[in-house]
């Protein structure tokens, strides 16, 4: 017992150093390992199996939409890159350079995909002709590469796994009309599926994606109140189908630039998962997401019948849910810290005991709650537990969320709170980016998004008092 008790012991309190806890959650729980190249994770199979199902469950939602995948080279020559300003300059302290091929130094450097926009616009301008190629809705899942200096397992690393959605319209409403459809369906996946509230505006001119027309994000709050951008949807306007060509003849037979949307949701989202939900024994999943969504662990196994029993269970709530067996010869106890740490939403416990009773015990991860429940009711009553679990995780972070949100209307105000209780600030602003660069030199908070919902706290800015645009979520952020 003494050994199963460090075993949970060893994570930190998060508490007590949030970073630490983190990084203890992620490699205890076998979500990822080191690589030998600094800045680089392997994903474990257990953290690949969360991202599969993360995976799975979007495309279901894209493919509902129109969208297709499709799949574009992960080098990008310089050339190419260097055909939207904005776009490169934005990018270039990030990208990794390809300069020799074998060992010969390549005529042109070739660079390795930071983003594949440029790749996506050289494309449609060779298959775009005529309004009837329109729209082009596609997608695809790939890993890009970012020339991190502080790299941290699934919030940033040098290589990570997205998807980048990239289309093409006839018009500006049309593309306008994409760029939020996507944004929503970021923000219903968050709250639906990983039961993450949200917040959804747009992003300043200064956090801009580079080379875009307007950025609209959706912004989560994790337990230490820093903020995490969870998805981004870009409108391009026509700016890049001006600089590649990408042009089509109208119903008038008039030549016409095509409007384009980006849009990418990230293996950050993992980040976010053990950030918001996780506690001092480690992962809580969403049993929506989880691998694993009950796991039956056997009392007393080596009586008689008491195995049997247990697999007969699991042949059963296989139909319904996500479900495994421990019939290893491991502690009872011992099992019981694996699968808190691992986050598993419930433990299915069953005993000679519980047999003679026709019944089981289901503990839940998010509450620690033990249930005694009917084996006649399993199959109806292990289901409406999982969305219980879903609904009361949702319902905690979004108590959490507004818990840490709060309202500035002086900079002092602003200082105190981002340095004493950090979280969301609600504060105005005048829309320069002179005052939102004062903020982040002053507070180290950055301006998260101007929020779709407004409200009017004061008519003056909080930085320089001069007449207020817009009222704006600031917070430090991952």
Known sequence: ???????????????????????????????????????????????YAIWELLQRQLDDRFKETGVENVYMPMFIPESLLQKEKDHVEGFAPEVAWVTHGGEKKLEERICVRP???TLFCEHYANIVQSYRDL????????????????????????????????????????????????LNIYADFCRDVLAIPVIKGEKT?????????????IESLMHDGKALQSGTSHNFGDG????????????????????????????RMIGAIIMVHGDNSGLVLPPRIAPTQVMIVPIVQKKEGVLEKAAELKNRLAKVCRVKLDDSDKSAGWKFSEYEMKGIPVRLEIGPKDIEQNQCVLARRDTGEKIFVSLDELETRVPALLDEIHENMLK?????????????KTMDEFEKIINETPGFIKAMWCGDQACEDAIKERTAATSRCIPFEQEEISDVCVCCGKPAKHMVYWGRAY
């Open 240 to 267: 890049f189908a001006h600089a590649f060509g990408i042009q089509y003849t109208d119903k008038e037979n008039k030549l016409q630039y095509v409007h384009q949307t980006s849009w990418g949701m990230t293996t």
């Open 205 to 217: 001119e200064k956090e801009r994606f580079a080379g875009a027309a307007h950025t609209f994000t």
């Open 396 to 408: 905690k972070a979004t108590e959490h969320r507004e818990s840490r949100t709060y309202v500035a």
């Open 115 to 117: 983003t594949s926009e």
């Open 1 to 47: 017992m003494a050994k199963e008790k460090k075993f949970v012991e060893s994570i930190t309190d998060m508490e007590v150093d949030f970073p630490q806890w983190y990084t203890d959650v992620v490699k205890k729980a076998d979500l990822t390992a080191y690589s030998s190249l600094k800045g680089c994770m392997i994903i474990r199979p257990y953290g």
């Open 135 to 182: 729209p082009k809705l596609y997608n695809q899942w790939c890993s890009v590469v970012r020339w991190e200096k502080t790299t941290r397992p699934f919030l940033r690393t040098m290589e990570f796994l997205w998807q980048e959605g990239h289309t093409a319209h006839a018009t500006a409403e049309e593309a306008q009309e994409r760029t939020i459809q996507m």
